[in-house]
């Protein structure tokens, strides 16, 4: 029960992290082509649900612990990439 709660919490989390990252980015490279910034926000958000599955399946497998750090590792991911991206849009 406990690794369902802790996924939806970490998929719950993710999708403003998304938002945030696809804003920030629109903002920082505002001469780039749209496909470029969809893209460039799509794949760490795949990555963070693939991320989110695998801690998922490492709870399954006994590790509550460790899993619970791949799980979350995702959005500790797309948050760097977002203060990155909103360090370097501030910055110019």
């Given at each position: 029960?406990?690794?369902?709660?802790?996924?939806r919490?970490?998929?719950?989390?993710?999708?403003?992290?998304?938002l945030?990252?696809?804003a920030t980015?629109?903002?920082w490279?505002?001469?780039?082509m749209p496909?470029?910034?969809?893209?460039?926000?799509?794949?760490p958000?795949?990555?963070?649900i693939?991320l989110?599955?695998g801690?998922?399946?490492?709870?399954?497998?006994g590790s509550e612990?460790?899993?619970?750090?791949?799980?979350?590792?995702g959005?500790?991911v797309?948050?760097?990439?977002?203060?990155?991206?909103?360090?370097q849009?501030?910055?110019h």
């Amino acid at each position: 029960m406990t690794r369902y709660i802790l996924q939806r919490l970490a998929l719950a989390f993710s999708a403003p992290l998304v938002l945030a990252l696809g804003a920030t980015l629109a903002a920082w490279k505002r001469h780039s082509m749209p496909l470029t910034i969809y893209l460039l926000a799509f794949l760490p958000a795949l990555l963070n649900i693939v991320l989110i599955a695998g801690g998922q399946q490492v709870m399954r497998g006994g590790s509550e612990f460790a899993g619970v750090l791949v799980m979350w590792s995702g959005n500790a991911v797309l948050c760097a990439l977002c203060l990155h991206a909103y360090r370097q849009c501030a910055r110019h």
